[in-house]
């Protein structure tokens, strides 16, 4: 017996040394600037790193590490997150600002260290700044490990597909108007499929994006949301899509004309070239649930060719898209993920933090007057649990917690509303103005946790898209009005539930996730529409593994940036 045991020792010691000895450290340099470029026929300076938009992509393997210089040569502070790496033991390098560091200071630079761990499938980095993620992102690529094969057919080519917002005028520009205001801030004036607008819009018919295929060849496309504020329908005309994963998670495979996808999700898709050889447009353009909001509604496009294309000049197919407030579309799509075998699901079952948090809008009554530019003399607002988050601007969440500087934040954000109310009926006036503060929810190492986020009718019912940095977490639940735990818990998936990063709280309605909290850290759980994350819509989780320590925690860096 004690022979075997040797032996099996033996050989787990022998395949994590050949696991260790294929992996690789990728190093990289990202110069953050300012760069002219030209779109809808003016040219003006956007942010980029190494004068690309969108800025590089970086392809790793499971079990690689990453090493990036980030240097400021920007008028702005920047961060850069790492959007769905875990960032197990390397909390520091998460990225967020004042949550996991101060922000990199022009003319300063930051170096973020991190080893990608049983991970596998399309993520993104992008800025954690402000409004920077506009221009500021590229995709982060990762493939299985050496002689690991794809779960599915391997593709012949592999295709980027990075959707995004264009402003025909400076960013942080449009982010200040909307911050002294209180009002919305202006819409978008383009979409973009790879910094490209596409024919549809001016001045922008020679630099759209174009993709050669070959007749008959299976193509996997990695699709990214790096929209600001805005989810999207995508296709392409005349060729279906097959799901095969979604935020570096693989899923059972199935077939749909359009992918649904929020802001900060990614999916991958295979596309048989199997029509007739000619010209295709891939569009993509809002879909949108915000009663009386503005929105832009313009369709980007790139253009899928096939090399034996008879006429390289006829105007490609144009596919049909669902309705801007499609939201039958949108749910038949998501309810059809389902995650693969291969996940190693481990559900939890036994919860032990149960958690129901309200996400949605609020109203801040204010003196009538410029700074009071929302619906009816307000300034908008938003909040989780009625508690609107505030970010500290003298150290960063992470850092006040392990050098012990009082004052920054409590631990008592609330575990459940703190009124109960008819959350997606007529809510009284007197629960749309959310309270202010810094409040953090601290979870035991190790636990269950089980979160319901619940949609609210507070100034309106909308489609949110809630990302949890250093996890990923299995989606067990969503449906329409408000949860009923008596109702539907019986209607979990409990068996193959899809495992995310970012996920969709469907319009008037609720999504419930599970995770174990083995990542110890401070961890932000915030909207992905950044006008909601500015106004508010956003918390923390504070998780050790230890009597008021994370044990396991790398220290902080030498050249973590000061504020």
Same mark, same amino acid.
């Given at each position: 017996?004690?022979?075997?045991?040797?032996?099996?020792?033996?050989?787990?010691?022998?395949?994590?040394?050949?696991?260790?000895?294929?992996?690789?450290?990728?190093?990289?340099?990202?110069?953050?600037?300012?760069?002219?470029?030209?779109?809808?026929?003016?040219?003006?300076?956007?942010?980029?790193?190494?004068?690309?938009?969108?800025?590089?992509?970086?392809?790793?393997?499971?079990?690689?590490?990453?090493?990036?210089?980030?240097?400021?040569?920007?008028?702005?502070?920047?961060?850069?997150?790492?959007?769905?790496?875990?960032?197990?033991?390397?909390?520091?390098?998460?990225?967020?600002?004042?949550?996991?560091?101060?922000?990199?200071?022009?003319?300063?630079?930051?170096?973020?260290?991190?080893?990608?761990?049983?991970?596998?499938?399309?993520?993104?980095?992008?800025?954690?700044?402000?409004?920077?993620?506009?221009?500021?992102?590229?995709?982060?690529?990762?493939?299985?490990?050496?002689?690991?094969?794809?779960?599915?057919?391997?593709?012949?080519?592999?295709?980027?597909?990075?959707?995004?917002?264009?402003?025909?005028?400076?960013?942080?520009?449009?982010?200040?108007?909307?911050?002294?205001?209180?009002?919305?801030?202006?819409?978008?004036?383009?979409?973009?499929?790879?910094?490209?607008?596409?024919?549809?819009?001016?001045?922008?018919?020679?630099?759209?994006?174009?993709?050669?295929?070959?007749?008959?060849?299976? %193509?996997?496309?990695?699709?990214?949301?790096?929209?600001?504020?805005?989810?999207?329908?995508?296709?392409?005309?005349?060729?279906?899509?097959?799901? %095969?994963?979604?935020?570096?998670?693989?899923?059972?495979?199935?077939?749909?004309?359009?992918?649904?996808?929020?802001?900060?999700?990614?999916?991958?898709?295979?596309?048989?070239?199997?029509?007739?050889?000619?010209?295709?447009?891939?569009?993509?353009?809002?879909?949108?649930?915000?009663?009386?909001?503005?929105?832009?509604?313009?369709?980007?496009?790139?253009?899928?060719?096939?090399?034996?294309?008879?006429?390289?000049?006829?105007?490609?197919?144009?596919?049909?898209?669902?309705?801007?407030?499609?939201?039958?579309?949108?749910?038949?799509?998501?309810?059809?993920?389902?995650?693969?075998?291969?996940?190693?699901?481990?559900?939890?079952?036994?919860?032990?933090?149960?958690?129901?948090?309200?996400?949605?809008?609020?109203?801040?009554?204010?003196?009538?007057?410029?700074?009071?530019?929302?619906?009816?003399?307000?300034?908008?607002?938003?909040?989780?649990?009625?508690?609107?988050?505030?970010?500290?601007?003298?150290?960063?969440?992470?850092?006040?917690?392990?050098?012990?500087?009082?004052?920054?934040?409590?631990?008592?954000?609330?575990?459940?509303?703190?009124?109960?109310?008819?959350?997606?009926?007529?809510?009284?006036?007197?629960?749309?103005?959310?309270?202010?503060?810094?409040?953090?929810?601290?979870?035991?190492?190790?636990?269950?946790?089980?979160?319901?986020?619940?949609?609210?009718?507070?100034?309106?019912?909308?489609?949110?898209?809630?990302?949890?940095?250093?996890?990923?977490?299995?989606?067990?639940?969503?449906?329409?009005?408000?949860?009923?735990?008596?109702?539907?818990?019986?209607?979990?998936?409990?068996?193959?539930?899809?495992?995310?990063?970012?996920?969709?709280?469907?319009?008037?309605?609720?999504?419930?996730?599970?995770?174990?909290?083995?990542?110890?850290?401070?961890?932000?759980?915030?909207?992905?529409?950044?006008?909601?994350?500015?106004?508010?819509?956003?918390?923390?989780?504070?998780?050790?593994?230890?009597?008021?320590?994370?044990?396991?925690?790398?220290?902080?860096?030498?050249?973590?940036?000061?504020?």
């Amino acid at each position: 017996m004690q022979g075997n045991i040797h032996f099996l020792a033996n050989i787990f010691a022998i395949i994590l040394s050949l696991s260790l000895a294929n992996a690789e450290t990728h190093y990289h340099q990202f110069v953050v600037q300012a760069t002219p470029v030209k779109r809808l026929c003016r040219t003006h300076d956007i942010i980029t790193v190494n004068g690309q938009f969108p800025g590089p992509t970086l392809e790793v393997r499971d079990g690689d590490a990453l090493v990036v210089k980030v240097i400021n040569s920007a008028r702005y502070n920047v961060t850069i997150h790492w959007h769905g790496i875990r960032q197990m033991r390397t909390p520091w390098a998460d990225g967020p600002e004042y949550v996991t560091q101060c922000p990199i200071q022009p003319g300063a630079s930051y170096t973020y260290r991190f080893t990608i761990e049983n991970q596998e499938g399309t993520l993104w980095w992008h800025a954690h700044s402000r409004w920077l993620r506009a221009t500021v992102y590229g995709a982060l690529i990762i493939h299985p490990k050496l002689n690991v094969p794809y779960p599915f057919q391997k593709p012949m080519t592999e295709i980027p597909i990075l959707l995004g917002e264009w402003w025909d005028r400076d960013i942080i520009s449009v982010q200040r108007q909307a911050i002294f205001t209180g009002a919305a801030p202006n819409v978008s004036d383009a979409y973009t499929i790879n910094g490209q607008p596409g024919d549809l819009y001016r001045c922008s018919r020679k630099e759209t994006a174009k993709f050669y295929v070959k007749s008959g060849e299976i %193509v996997l496309l990695r699709i990214i949301n790096a929209a600001l504020n805005q989810e999207l329908f995508f296709t392409v005309a005349n060729h279906m899509l097959t799901v %095969v994963g979604n935020d570096a998670a693989y899923n059972r495979p199935f077939a749909t004309r359009v992918v649904m996808i929020g802001p900060g999700q990614t999916t991958n898709v295979l596309l048989t070239a199997d029509q007739p050889a000619g010209r295709y447009y891939m569009a993509a353009r809002a879909y949108t649930t915000a009663q009386n909001a503005a929105f832009d509604n313009t369709t980007t496009t790139a253009i899928l060719e096939y090399y034996s294309s008879p006429s390289p000049s006829t105007r490609p197919l144009m596919p049909t898209l669902p309705r801007f407030n499609d939201t039958n579309s949108a749910t038949a799509y998501t309810s059809q993920l389902r995650s693969l075998p291969t996940n190693n699901n481990r559900v939890p079952t036994q919860i032990h933090e149960n958690l129901f948090f309200t996400v949605g809008l609020g109203l801040v009554n204010c003196t009538p007057g410029p700074r009071c530019q929302g619906p009816n003399n307000t300034r908008f607002a938003a909040s989780m649990n009625n508690v609107s988050f505030v970010l500290p601007r003298t150290t960063s969440l992470l850092q006040a917690y392990y050098q012990n500087i009082p004052g920054v934040f409590t631990t008592d954000f609330p575990p459940v509303p703190p009124i109960a109310f008819d959350y997606t009926g007529n809510v009284s006036r007197g629960l749309w103005q959310p309270r202010r503060g810094t409040k953090l929810y601290k979870l035991k190492y190790g636990s269950n946790v089980q979160v319901v986020l619940q949609d609210t009718a507070i100034v309106s019912t909308e489609d949110h898209p809630l990302h949890l940095h250093g996890y990923h977490f299995y989606v067990v639940g969503q449906g329409f009005g408000n949860f009923n735990p008596r109702r539907d818990t019986a209607r979990f998936n409990l068996v193959d539930p899809p495992l995310r990063n970012t996920i969709n709280v469907p319009v008037g309605g609720w999504t419930v996730i599970r995770f174990v909290a083995d990542n110890p850290g401070v961890w932000l759980m915030h909207c992905h529409i950044d006008s909601h994350l500015r106004w508010g819509l956003a918390m923390s989780f504070l998780v050790e593994n230890g009597p008021g320590k994370m044990q396991s925690v790398q220290p902080p860096p030498p050249d973590l940036p000061p504020c």
